[in-house]
Every structure is written in C-alpha cells, then in structure tokens.
C-alpha cells in the first residue's frame, strides 16, 4: 500500500489521522510552554515536529523497507557531513570536505538511477534538498541547524514525492513557531486547493495518460492524427500530473500550518523558453542558478561562458530527470533554445499569442524524447508526424478516450454507438485541458478567490462560496469514484 495523495488510505485514513494528531499536539503546546526534548543540537525535537517527522516516517515506509533505508542512510550521511563542515573552519581542509559531501550524496543517486537496480521513489528530489543544505552550511549560511528541524525539512512528507526543492531556510521561516495552526479561511481554502489539484490528475491527467500509453507502445501503427493527438494529450498529461501532485502537497503543508512556494505558474503561457522555465518546476530552476549558474560565473564572465553555462545546466537537468538519450536530447534541445533567447538582441516583436504558441510547440515536441525514452520511438513518432496530414483515426485510439462516466450521460442524450461517443469524449477532454492550461486560473489563482469571498461575508459572497464548495463537493466524489483507476505518478520514475 503506497501512500500517494490520490488513493482511499491516504484521502481517509492516513490525512486525518495525521492532521488530528497534529492538531492536537499543537493544543497541548497552547495549554503548556513548549519545551525541547533535549538541548544543543537536538534543539529542533519539538513535540509538534517531532510528530509531523513521525507522520513523514510512516508516509515514506509506505513505499518499502527498501526505499526508506535507504533514504535514511542518506539523512544520516548529509547529517555527519554538516556537522564536519561546522567543526573544519580551515579553508583548504573545508573545501576538500565539501567536494566529499557532494560526492557522497550524488554517488547514491547516480548508482540508483543509472545502475542495474531501482531507484527509491523520491530520492531525486531529497539529493537536490540536501545539496542544497550543504552548500548553504559551507557557505557559511546555515550554521544552527537543529537536528530535528533537519529531518523535519529533509523528510516532511508534503513535498517529499514531488517537491518544490526548498532550501533549508527558506523551509524553516515557516516552522520557526511552534503550534502554528492555520486559521478556518485558510484551511478551508487550502482544502479546496487539495481537490483541485486532486481532480487534475485524477480526472485530467489519468484520462490522457491511456491514450499516450497506447501510442507510445505501438508508434510505427499510428496513424497521422492520431501521432499529433498523442504528442498534444502527453503535454497536457505531465502538466496535470504534475502540477496536480504540487497543488496537492502545498495544500496539505498549508492545512499544517507551513507555506510551501509555488512551483508552478501557469508555465504553457510563456513567450519564450526562459519564460517557460521561470514557471514551470521553478524551484529546480532557482536550484541550478543559485548552486551551478552563479558559481560558475553566470552573466559575469562574458557571452560565451555565459552560454556553455546554460547549456551545461539544461544538460544536468536531463541527467537528473533519467538516464537514456531521450532526456540528454530533451535537455540539449531547450538548452540551445536558451542559448539562442539569450542571444536575441531584443525580444521579438510578435503578437503574443504567437509567441506563446511558438513556445508550447516547441515544449510538446521536445516531449516526445522525454517521454519515448528510446531513441527508436523517438524516430517513429517523428516520421508519422512528418508524415502526410491524414485525419483519421482508428477504433483502438478511440477507445483509449473513452471515459465510463462521460460516455453513460452520452449515451441517455442519445449517441447512437462507442465510437461516436468515445470520439465526444476525447474532443471534450482536450477542450476542457485547453481551456483549463491557457484561459483559466490555476489552482492557486481560484482557491485564494475562493479564501477571499469566504473572508468577506457578504450576500453574493456567500452564495459564491456555497456555489464554489458544491462544485468542489461534486469534484471530489467524482475523483474518489475514479481512484480505482489511477495511474502511477509520472515523476516517480525520476
């Protein structure tokens, strides 16, 4: 049983175990000062922490006995680093030091990722966290790290799967103060946060993800449409999945009181491709500038260096993401699209529309390496594409769209067969996709309307709220009606 936000055990049984639990140790810490378990460096262990560090445990122990060792095994090695790095304060022995903190937390990585066994779900995202601590502690940042805060930031089970990549710092702003709990307004809001991005995979990514499944595994039988449909359905798939996934893990971190930043914005409405990556997972975006860029000269060392640095980074960010050709090409390609944004003048002057169509062309396109991984799917998706245009699409395509619970309501109104109603179903799907990625607020943007009316109490603002909390109501008996056919989230596997 793997505890993912949209399964039955974690919607009913694992959440408000561990928010009642947690809201109750924060009441005690109310009636009582708050005192730490033991001094000096266990400073952090907290009973509040200490308990939502026990929830992120049990959360990650879901996942094997495998995975939780080993992701252990790295908390314990980064711990024993960081204290070495406090106690050398020569410049030469600190520096050697700190080149064996970052081997011996990327060697794991590496070996998992590209060696003959799996990787621990998660580990990506834990290696780039604790990179992040050690070089801040080596730089002299992070010098009172607390045990306890420290497993806290480095397991807490938010945003342990799918990120944002936070900084140590930046994480414990918001945990500074025991017993914080948020206000009515803003758990209500961040409950209707969590079943927006809940419906984002459940009833968007999930539904995309069958017929991308079925092109990619038989490529070279595709026919022309339904290639392009393919490419189309596995950028709005990954959007969902993903940004699903982080709406999912802000809310819950929010009904806990802590306030995650935002890890995407919208990023399929960018102008350009640097734009895109401002937006889209923009916190392993900061992570290279701040640790790769920056260090290595970034704009300081002239045009050329400037260039081969971002293109080493986009490089970087094909390795984190997989092993095979199909992410060093997908990291070559908008890396040289950087390089060549960054080379441009002056912005081009185009309508914005334009731009942005541009941009979302080239970002599905270079999807189809990143998500074929073999370079020979690679190809064959290509040559049907580049194929002449035939609008046509086979019955086995078609019934990859088809979705139970739209085609029932269609068949009542009267659509005569399965075809004609999974045709319906597929030009709805990507409709509502469309409408929802480049017309409609996100989650963020309509769960802080939906905080605002809450707040204001007015006449209109409270049949807008009933009216909003219906729709969310609706929403999620309609995801808890579909986890039975969850698919597994894309991210785990990098």
């Given amino acids: 049983m793997q505890l993912t936000f949209p399964t039955y055990e974690f919607v009913f049984f694992f959440l408000p175990v561990v928010l009642a639990g947690y809201y109750l140790t924060c009441g005690f810490l109310r009636r009582q000062a708050s005192r730490p378990v033991v001094v000096g460096r266990m400073a952090g262990l907290k009973p509040d922490r200490l308990f ?8 990650y122990l879901s996942f094997g006995l495998y995975n939780f060792l080993i992701l252990c095994l790295q908390a314990i090695i980064g711990w024993l680093f960081y204290l070495l790095l406090q106690r050398t304060k020569r410049p030469g022995p600190r520096s050697y030091l700190m080149a064996a903190a970052v081997a011996g937390v990327l ?22 966290s604790l990179l992040s601590f050690l070089t801040d502690a080596y730089r002299g940042e992070e010098d009172d790290a607390a045990f306890g805060d420290y497993l806290l930031f480095y397991f807490f089970f938010p945003k342990l799967l799918q990120g944002p990549i936070t900084r140590y710092a930046d994480f414990m702003k918001t945990v500074r103060t025991p017993g914080g ?24 990514a999930d539904r995309l993800a069958r017929p991308v499944d079925f092109a990619y595994r038989v490529p070279g039988d595709l026919l022309w449409m ?7 359905a596995y950028a709005f798939q990954i959007y969902f999945d993903f940004s699903g996934y982080c709406d999912m893990g802000r809310a819950v971190a929010r009904m806990l009181g802590y306030d995650l930043p935002r890890n995407f914005r919208q990023p399929y409405r960018s102008q350009n491709i640097l734009e895109f990556w401002r937006r889209w997972h923009s916190t392993l975006s900061q992570f290279f500038t701040r640790y790769v860029y920056i260090p290595l000269g970034g704009n300081r060392k002239g045009r050329v260096r400037m260039l081969a640095i971002t293109l080493l980074i986009f490089l970087l960010s094909g390795i984190w993401h997989g092993s095979g050709w199909g992410f060093l090409l997908w990291g070559a390609a908008h890396g040289l699209l950087a390089c060549t ?6 912005p081009l002057r185009l309508p914005r529309a334009l731009k942005t169509l541009f941009t979302f062309l080239f970002v599905t396109a270079a999807w189809i ?12 998706m290509l040559r049907v594409i580049a194929d002449k245009p035939w609008l046509k699409l086979h019955n086995a395509f078609i019934d990859t769209w088809t979705d139970n619970l739209l085609w029932y309501p269609l068949k009542v109104l009267g659509v005569p067969d399965i075809r004609t109603g999974g045709t319906i179903c597929l030009w709805i799907v990507l409709a509502v996709s469309a409408l929802l990625i480049f017309a409609a607020p996100d989650a963020q943007e309509l769960s802080e309307r939906f905080g605002n009316r809450l707040a204001a109490r007015s006449p209109a603002s409270c049949f807008r709220v009933g009216l909003a909390a219906l729709c969310c109501a609706g929403l999620f008996l309609w995801c ?8 597994s989230f894309v991210y785990f596997q990098f």
């Fill in 226 to 232: 339904e290639a392009v449909l393919a490419v189309v």
């Fill in 107 to 128: 060697t794991p990585l590496a070996f998992f990722k590209y060696g003959p066994v799996s990787m621990p779900v998660a580990l990506s995202f834990t290696t780039f």
């Fill in 369 to 380: 390496p990143f998500r074929a991984v073999d370079p020979d799917v690679t190809l064959a």
């Fill in 480 to 487: 808890v009606l579909s986890f039975g056919e969850v698919s």
């Fill in 341 to 346: 944004t960054k080379l441009l003048p002056r």
């Fill in 181 to 204: 709990l948020p206000d009515g307004n803003t758990f209500a809001q961040a409950v209707f946060c969590f079943v927006l991005g809940l419906s984002k995979k459940v009833l968007l």
């Fill in 52 to 59: 939502l560090t026990g929830a992120s445990l049990l959360f």
